[in-house]
């Protein structure tokens, strides 16, 4: 989860042990990135090079959340990919906010901007008035923004969702990957404690420097959450798995409870299927195969 993964080295190496020898302190409200200017990362855009034909008339712009880096891109959707032609939708794999290789660690206004600009190239190419999309897990952070903040509603009619990051995400699940369980403290409790810890994190790692903006003080955070998420046209659906352990709480970092929304976990869907996580829910066949139902709705 990119809440806990930019922050894990910076908050607890110095901010836990730094709230522990201070006591409690008062956060102070935080603009979106602290006092660092966030570079907004490069893009790798695919061809568009596919006609959408009347049984599929929208094409599909799938976002990859920020698990793994861009070398690893093609073998994590190589099945949802895969699926979604075989099925007979046009389907371009986008990347953005790159830094270093790693997906959507830009700064996310611009990232969503990235996508904005996308979703235009594709739609002029192939003639058509709207696109769906396809999102996981950081891929669904720059969606809304881009669906809510940007006004790009009008372009997309259908948002599927696949382990997205939404309100409340502690950050512990993170800590249990790295072997730190049942640990007093969480990251985003950290940062809520102590605020300087994002503008050093920003000053001495910039690629990880946009986790700020996914703290509920942020501008952004709240541009994309305060109020309801979705938006009026666009049909959302979103696929979460009970076993996530990045995403935590699995059950409330993940959902979009809002009304309209078509909420599921993996687990009620496919009960007799092997185990999935937050990043391997994405590149489950019976996933894939879920998307293209919820495409053909």
């Keep these: 989860m990119r809440i806990a993964a930019k922050f894990t080295t910076a ?3 110095a901010g836990t042990v730094a709230m522990m020898a201070a006591g409690p302190a008062v956060a102070a409200p935080d603009t979106g990135s602290g006092s660092a200017v966030i570079p907004a990362g490069n893009t790798i855009e695919p061809p568009i090079d596919c006609t959408p034909d009347s049984a599929h008339p929208r094409p599909v712009v799938v976002l990859p959340g920020g698990d793994g880096t861009t070398a690893d891109t093609a073998a994590q959707w190589n099945t949802m990919l895969t ?5 007979g939708y046009c389907a371009f794999l986008f990347q953005g906010g790159i830094i270093n290789g790693n997906r959507w660690t830009g700064d996310i206004p611009s990232a969503a901007r990235q996508v904005a600009d ?3 190239k594709v739609r002029q190419a192939t003639g058509v008035d709207q696109v769906d999309i396809v ?4 891929g669904t952070i720059v969606s809304n923004y881009f669906l809510k903040v940007l006004g790009g509603a009008p372009s997309v009619a259908h948002a599927v969702f696949l382990t997205p ?3 409340g995400c502690d950050g512990a699940g993170f800590l249990a990957a790295y072997g730190i369980k049942n640990s007093p403290i969480t990251p ?3 940062v809520a404690a102590l605020p300087f810890l994002s503008t050093v994190l920003a000053a001495v790692a910039p690629d990880k420097a946009n986790a700020v903006q996914m703290m509920s003080s942020s501008q952004v955070y709240q541009a994309i959450f305060d109020g309801q998420v979705t938006q009026p046209g666009v049909r959302y659906s979103v696929l979460s798995t009970r076993n996530d352990e990045l995403a935590t709480p699995a059950t409330v970092c993940s959902v979009l409870d809002e009304p309209g ?3 599921n976990f993996y687990e009620d869907l496919f009960p007799g299927a092997a185990p999935v996580g937050h990043s391997s829910l994405r590149s489950s066949p019976d996933t894939a195969n879920w998307v293209v139902q919820q495409l053909q709705a």
């Design 83 to 87: 699926t979604l032609r075989g099925a």
């Design 261 to 263: 929304v078509s909420m």
């Design 165 to 167: 990051e939404t309100r």
């Design 188 to 190: 985003v409790q950290v």
């Design 118 to 120: 996308f979703v235009t």
């Design 135 to 138: 999102a996981h897990s950081a």
């Design 11 to 13: 908050l607890i190496g």
